[in-house]
């Protein structure tokens, strides 16, 4: 499931309409429109805002396991308003810091 198909799906599971999530969200009605039909990804500051306005954890939408390793999951480390750290755990056991611009 893509991240506009979670957002739709949570909205949908709370009786929401998108103008309703959008302006809980304080996002553009366009954009949430857009995030759902996937002509566009959310950034990291709109998917939070909206994770919050749908009352769910953004690791929810993300779909980021924390769990297992071997899966690749990142963890996300805040570590600027622009800037995350991604600790990324490679299939072999191996784990990389990676510092992200967004």
């Known amino acids: 499931m893509t991240v506009g198909e979670k957002i739709k799906f949570y909205r949908e599971a709370r009786n929401m309409t998108v103008a309703q999530l959008s302006e809980k969200a304080e996002l553009a009605i366009d954009n949430i429109r857009k995030y759902e039909s996937g002509a566009r990804n959310p950034k990291l500051d709109a998917l939070s805002k909206t994770a919050t306005a749908l009352?769910?954890?953004?690791?929810?939408?993300?779909?980021?396991?924390?769990?297992?390793?071997?899966?690749?999951?990142?963890?996300?480390?805040?570590?600027?308003?622009?800037?995350?750290?991604?600790?990324?755990?490679?299939?072999?056991g191996q784990n990389t810091l990676k510092r992200l611009t967004i």
Do not use: E, M, Q, W
Request: aromatic letters at 8%; glycine letters at 6%.
């Open 55 to 92: 009352g769910v954890n953004l690791n929810t939408l993300l779909d980021i396991d924390l769990k297992t390793p071997s899966g690749c999951a990142p963890y996300l480390l805040p570590f600027s308003s622009k800037v995350i750290l991604c600790r990324v755990f490679s299939a072999v």
